[in-house]
């Protein structure tokens, strides 16, 4: 992501443009600061007794040292491994199924002028506007007081395609329709390749960047969600760590030291997956947003 | 080209099936038929448990319009949207221009404003339910009562907190877009004599205009559906003062078992949003220009 590097100021010289540029930076820095004192309070709250966290939230330490003991027994009281194995399985399954399924829906739509890849695109497309609130009553009523089929990690997962593959069908066929040659394609059909076999040797390869794309902003949409799985997922044993850190509060509700461990331990996986994939998630942020 | 050859019938069924067929089944299953069934349930009064549900044709939507709560939780929504709208972009584009005018630590400054994006809504919701109930009642600037215990101050409180998550997202793509506009074009202005203000209004912003069109589109759609965050941190309270839309239908639905009423409202939702987000997009791509 070297060229965003800013370029606004390279044509500022002399004294006055250097103390404007250092206060620009002191004041980006202080904001930086004020954005980051919520989880800096989380994490020190988090290692104190409940009695100093009421009395003293702003004190870095407690008197009786760092209380470890508040993330063991929040790990415990919420099952917490528990809940991140559902959470990694359904974002997981969900996710390769998602890009595998769109990546060929796209393909097909971008290569084939049928009726179907037509209307299949403007259905697909019509769904960006579609809040899931217009949705979710029916789906409950047929799947769920009809089939019976809820409380169960495939459905969700199943619905997580269905809900995903409209944003990244679309920004798959961008992609195929301006960065895939159709020239390759064309070599590999007059050397007697199947059209399966042209999309998963010539034209999967070359999707790379967007597969990492959507994986990135699928990640993030699936891990957080809530809304779905909440309905999905009634059982217990099935909760991820949104629906499980819900509960935990309604239970402990005033145990602020366990309330702010299980806090830092729902945010930890996702933060630490950030920082080794922070390119990626920067670059697919702005190439997904901008194709939208 | 080789896809303009001519293919059988059954070939054309066949390759729709295999490639496009998995998603479009789930897509029609989980999507299309919903949608069909939820407009059909609109005309019902079907409490989501009872075998049979009576036909009561377009009375819900007769109803709908002397549901006060629910005009109350749309209006509510409308004014979230505006200052969400409003305070997030402000931020992420005063962000953007400060991070692009070449001061240090550039990359590591637009990690840190993401941040909050990596964390969903419901986490969001507690952390600052603890920041606002525990920590800003004990410092001496603040009232001793707690922001989310006044219905003024908890919707500036959501207010306050999507501002913080939202803004570090649209800040990468105005970044983008402050980028994406040639520095030819700035030294032209410069050589013509205009001033930095000249040059941000005139010039800079005229060119980043799409960047304009999607950060307010997710805004303005994250802001009108918001759920998570509203029920971590206020939980629709004070006295329901803070019940956005989201929410509002939520409860018809599921807490009053009122599924027929619940869908319709769901209905007008949609094509309130619909409208604010067509004529959004109408009006910010008129202004997009082409480089």
Known sequence: MNELKGSQGSENIGASARIWSGIKTVFAFLLFVVYMVPFVLVLINSLKQKVNIIKTPLKFVDEAGPQISNYVDAFNKMGYFQAFGNSLIITGCSIVLLVVCSSMCAYILVRRNYKACRISYYLLISYMVVPFQVIMIPVLAIYGNQFHLLNNRLILIIMNVAYGTGFATFLMYGFIKSSVPLALEEAALIDGAGVFRIYSGIVLPLLKPILATNMILQTLGLWNDYLLPSLVLGKESLQTLPIRIRAFNGTFTSDYGLMMAALVMCVTPIIILFIFMQKYIVGGIVSGAVKE | ?291
């Not at chain 2, 909050?116 to 986490?123: S, T």
């Not at chain 2, 800003?136 to 600037?141: F, G």
């Not at chain 2, 069109?213 to 994250?222: A, P």
């Open chain 2, 1 to 291: 080209m080789y896809m303009q050859r001519k293919e059988k019938m059954s070939r054309k069924i066949l390759l729709f099936l295999l490639f496009a067929g998995p998603s479009m089944t789930l897509f029609v299953m989980f999507v299309i038929v919903p949608f069909i069934y939820g407009l059909y349930l609109t005309m019902t009064n079907w409490d989501g448990f009872s075998s049979t549900k009576e036909f009561v044709g377009l009375q819900n939507y007769a109803n709908i319009f002397k549901e006060k709560d629910f005009w109350s939780s749309i209006w509510l929504t409308f004014r979230y949207v505006i200052a969400s709208v409003i305070f997030v972009n402000g931020i992420a584009f005063l962000l953007a221009y400060l991070l692009t005018s070449g001061i240090k630590g550039e990359n590591f400054l637009r990690a840190g404003f993401f941040t909050p994006n990596l964390i969903g809504g419901i986490v969001l919701g507690f952390i600052w339910q603890f920041i606002f109930n525990r920590v800003m009642t004990t410092l001496p600037i603040f009232p001793e009562q707690s922001f989310l215990s006044d219905p003024t101050k908890a919707f500036w409180a959501m207010v306050i907190v999507e501002t913080w998550r939202a803004s570090g997202y649209m800040l990468l793509i105005y970044i983008a877009g402050f980028v994406g506009v040639s520095p030819d074009f700035i030294e032209a202005a410069r050589i013509d004599g205009a001033n930095n203000r000249q040059i941000l209004w005139r010039i800079r912003m005229p060119l980043m205009m799409q960047s304009f069109t999607i950060c307010l589109f997710l805004t303005l759609s994250s802001a009108f559906k918001v759920y998570d965050m509203n029920l971590s941190l206020t939980a629709g309270g004070p006295y329901g003062s803070t019940r956005m839309a989201a929410m509002t239908i939520f409860e018809k639905a599921f807490t009053y078992h009122d599924y027929g009423m619940g869908q319709s409202e769901a209905v007008v939702f949609f094509l309130i949003m619909l409208v604010v987000a067509v004529i959004q997009l109408r009006v910010t791509s008129k202004r997009e220009v082409a480089a």
